[in-house]
């Protein structure tokens, strides 16, 4: 089932597909394998490589981000998306990424802000606000920042009701969970029209943040 922050972020990642050209870098991708509504813009671009930590994704570059077997400025674009929250040692992860990455080049990047802890939950360990985020990238060597919060109030609501849905234990509340997440679901679009009259509380309440760097 969709959340309203996997819906932001399909926009945003269909908003700015046009950056995405020449050698791309998808940092945690996985082959074949589409981002809920979002699909890799292959016909745009020179390659399209995968780095993840798995084997079993059969990734181009199986290894840490901190540490990419690649030439400097080797990828126009890097592509990272929901994985920097799982990083031990973030800053060392963005200086890869702004060695590797061409002179004039995008990287486009996301992160969770008022968001459960999810996926590997061993190992989600961050959350950081707008103000941090721009000053690690400054210190990296990033100078064109452009950090966009996603959703606002009702966004950050309804993800919290469907994840926390999620988690009954027994099969009668299993089902009645089950129930109120496909509600949850239709209703999703209503959620995100009314986070348009709640704009203005995106810079403090957010899912999280789209960031555009260029270098």
Known sequence: MSTC????????????SPLM??????????????????????????????????????????????AIPCENQSFETIVMTEVLEYLEKPELVLKEIYRILSSNGYALISIPF?????????????????????????QVGFSTI???????F???LH???HVSSGYATSLSK??????????????????????QK????????NTGYFIVLKK
């Open 5 to 16: 922050r996997r819906e932001l972020l399909d926009r945003e990642l269909n908003h700015f």
């Open 154 to 156: 009702f966004s950050v």
């Open 198 to 205: 709640a704009n203005s509380t995106k810079y403090f309440v």
């Open 21 to 66: 050209r020449g050698n791309v870098l998808d940092i945690g991708g996985r082959k074949n394998s589409r981002r809920g509504g979002f699909g890799a813009p292959l016909h745009q671009v020179n390659s399209w490589q995968y780095l993840n930590i798995n084997p079993d994704t059969n990734p181009d570059y199986c290894c840490d981000a901190s």
């Open 174 to 195: 299993k089902k009645y969970m089950r129930f109120i997440q496909k509600c949850l679901h239709l209703c999703t679009p209503i959620f995100l029209k009314l986070d």
């Open 114 to 138: 008022l968001n459960p802890i999810h996926g590997d939950y061993q190992f989600d360990r961050q959350r950081w606000t707008s103000i941090k985020l721009e000053e690690m990238f400054r």
């Open 146 to 152: 452009n950090i966009r919060p996603m959703g606002a």
């Open 159 to 161: 993800d919290l009701i």
